[in-house]
Nanobody
Framework: QVQLVESGGGSVQAGGSLRLSCRAS????????MSWFRQAPGKEREGVAA????????YYSDSVKGRFTISRDNAKNTVYLQMDNLKPEDTALYYC?????????????????WGQGTQVTVSS
């Protein structure tokens, strides 16, 4: 199996920055993509960013493009999400997830492995 552990969440004011980390362990060869999703109370889980582990190709949702940056350190089996210019609407529980393949990387339904989530709260 694959275990994913997120860290780096917290509370910031609007316009601030946070950096999330997701460290993978276990059968890390079982996935080719890692992504960040978020879920606010009463809302569906949405994908915000994804990265191809081998080639480093990245994907972003329109809501975070230009503000968030996903990156990976393969030697550490870790994926990062740098979040800049945060807005109150970015407030959510952020999850890391991994999948071998998905046609829609920013949709959650194909993902096999999930972390426990880390809370991000942005105040105005």
């Amino acid at each position: 199996q694959v275990q994913l552990v997120e860290s780096g969440g917290g509370s910031v004011q609007a316009g601030g920055s946070l950096r999330l980390s997701c460290r993978a362990s276990g059968y890390t060869w079982r996935y080719n993509y890692m992504s960040w999703f978020r879920q606010a109370p009463g809302k569906e889980r949405e994908g915000v960013a994804a990265i191809q582990i081998g080639g480093g190709i990245t994907y972003y949702s329109d809501s975070v493009k230009g503000r968030f940056t996903i990156s990976r350190d393969n030697a550490k089996n870790t994926v990062y999400l740098q979040m800049d210019n945060l807005k109150p609407e970015d407030t959510a529980l952020y999850y890391c997830a991994a999948v071998s393949y998905s046609r829609y990387l920013l949709a959650p339904h194909d993902y096999n492995y999930w972390g426990q989530g880390t809370q991000v709260t942005v105040s105005s």
